[in-house]
């Protein structure tokens, strides 16, 4: 099925470990984004890609790094995690037109411990 | 920069029911989108219905409508004939036409519904 896919589902960290969400889709889209969601807070944007090559900082990039690798992936990397990094993360992508909503994938939720 | 509040944090409906969740938005741009996405248990994100600034007509999507008041910067989700399935998080999220600027998002509202 067409859309977003990220892995994984759920994962456990200690703190001052590191891992990398991975997001791909196969909608031929040019913009990707990484969002976490927290409690109270709504989705919040970490980065953000507008087309291969290219990456922006969103509201909330620190602890963060992210690789636009080709035009399918965009990769959210977690250096050396800590618990206020415990979150809910989104990857999402947007079709061509303005008013295109975004894909979102089923999320990660990731725990720091 | 540009914000979106959703001033309920949560609500309830009784089935069958009509209820209606609030939001509220700050810009200065005269062109840009409004959304509201539905998140159910099940963690998904489901674009449920979308309005352009520049349209006066409210979008409809079957139970979903909207009542679009630009001047008073406000978007607010009419739902009718509430089912038990409605009930989730909903969010209403804001994006400018121009370049990649990304969806704002408001906090959420979670909205119940009662049997």
């Known amino acids: 099925n067409a859309g977003v896919t990220q892995t994984p589902k759920f994962q456990v960290l200690k703190t001052g470990q590191s891992m990398t969400l991975q997001c791909a889709q196969d909608m031929n889209h040019n913009s990707m984004y990484w969002y976490r969601q927290d409690p109270g807070m709504g989705l919040r944007l970490i980065y953000y890609s507008a087309s291969e090559g290219t990456t922006d900082k969103g509201e909330v990039p620190n602890g963060y790094n992210v690789s636009r690798l080709n035009k399918r992936e965009f990769s959210l990397r977690l250096e050396s995690a800590a618990p206020s990094q415990t979150s809910v993360y989104f990857c999402?992508?947007?079709?061509?037109?303005?008013?295109?909503?975004?894909?979102f994938g089923s999320g990660t939720r990731l725990t720091v411990v | 920069a540009q914000t979106v509040t959703q001033s309920q944090p949560e609500m309830s409906v009784q089935e069958a029911e009509t209820v209606t969740l609030s939001c509220t938005y700050d810009?200065?741009?005269?062109?840009?989108?409004l959304f509201w996405y539905k998140q159910p248990p099940s963690r998904q994100m489901i674009l449920v219905i979308r309005?352009?600034?520049?349209?006066?007509q409210n979008a409809t999507e079957n139970r979903f409508s909207v009542n679009f008041q630009k001047a008073a910067k406000s978007f607010s989700l009419k739902i009718s004939d509430s089912q038990l399935g409605d009930a989730a998080m909903y969010f209403c999220a804001y994006r400018i036409p121009s370049g990649n600027t990304p969806l704002v998002f408001g906090k959420g509202t979670r909205l119940s519904v009662i049997a």
């Open positions: 309005q352009e600034a520049y349209k006066q």
């Open positions: 810009t200065s741009e005269s062109d840009y989108y």
């Open positions: 999402a992508s947007r079709g061509p037109g303005g008013s295109y909503g975004y894909t």
